[in-house]
């Protein structure tokens, strides 16, 4: 499901103030554009009058756990179509909606392309609340979806009531269940020990501390999400981006064969795209490393000599004796 609304500029100086906050204590990790352009996020663009903000439901997959030490685990919005191209193509389409009565229509689209604090539009659109583990959840919906929107140079606004903060009163299942202890306290995460950074913005050797506490998650993670009461009893939806099946389920043994062009081949214009060949090759080893299994260890020394790259090799060395 699509959904958006359109909605007047809202005052993000509270927001702003604790993403300051977060930004000052160094969460943030190496990804420095999030410092670098901190200020724009205060600010809208001047031709600004209203924001379309919209989202696309992922919340199609059964929550289980994966017993399997041998599948490579993928977030659920990362094994299907990436929805950075979705979201803009059904954003445009509504934009040109809006032009053919708007004539004189300006707009920016945001999807996580620009410096806007999105979840901060998104709670005041009604789309749902700040949750402890500090993604924006539905009471009715759960927090399975992306977030985009457009600024409008031309005002639309609706003035709708943003949802009420108290659904995580007397909850912390997603702090206590983050396995690296990223939610470091309600409503703050440190980056640097988020899986999902780890697997995907992080261009580093990940340690052998964080790396054991991993498991088979490779690209992103999803245990916060998983574990909260109001995504086991949301209302599914219908999803217009499904699975693709050969990323629902991934092998470690066939991912360790993989080479680049089959790496473009089965992941082009999916998520996984943003990691590059190399960096995906070094959260299998994580994950390779992680089943403890001697074959599996051995058939992955092999590889990294094979491929020669000196990340994996660097991460190698590090997984060694885990």
Request: net charge neutral; proline share 4%.
């Amino acid at each position: 499901m699509f959904e958006y609304r359109i909605i007047k500029l809202p005052d993000l100086s509270i927001f702003y103030e604790h993403y300051l906050d977060w930004i000052n204590a160094g969460f943030y990790g190496e990804m420095t554009y999030l410092k670098v352009r901190a200020v724009e996020r205060s600010q809208y663009p001047e031709f600004a009058r209203s924001v379309l903000v919209a989202r696309l439901f992922y919340n199609d997959s059964k929550i289980t756990r994966v017993d399997s030490p041998y599948q490579f685990v993928v977030s659920r919005y990362a094994m299907r179509k990436d929805y950075h191209i979705v979201l803009k193509d059904l954003i445009g389409k509504v934009l040109f909606s809006i032009g053919e009565k708007k004539k004189s229509l300006r707009f920016k689209i945001f999807v996580d392309s620009s410096p806007v604090i999105e979840k901060a539009l998104g709670y005041f659109a009604g789309l749902g609340f700040w949750g402890i583990n500090t993604l924006l959840v539905d009471p009715e919906h759960g927090s399975f979806f992306n977030l985009g929107g457009a600024f409008l140079s031309v005002d639309l606004g609706e003035e709708i009531l943003p949802q009420r903060y108290d659904y995580c009163i007397g909850c912390n299942l997603c702090l206590s269940a983050c396995p690296t202890g990223a939610i470091i306290s309600p409503f703050v995460i440190d980056a640097r020990k988020c899986i999902s950074y780890l697997t995907i913005e992080y261009k580093g050797v990940i340690s052998k501390e964080l790396a054991t506490l991993m498991g088979n998650r490779g690209f992103g993670c999803d245990i916060c999400q998983e574990v909260c009461p109001l995504n086991t009893k949301a209302f599914k939806v219908e999803i217009l981006t499904p699975p693709i099946h050969t990323i629902s389920f991934l092998d470690i043994f066939e991912l360790l064969r993989l080479d680049e062009d089959r790496f473009v081949q089965r992941f082009k214009d999916t998520p996984i795209m943003r990691t590059g060949f190399i960096r995906f090759m070094r959260n299998v080893l994580v994950v390779a490393y992680n089943t403890r299994d001697e074959k599996v260890i051995a058939l992955t020394r092999a590889r990294v000599k094979e491929l020669g790259a000196e990340l994996l090799s660097m991460q190698q060395k590090e997984l060694e004796g885990i």
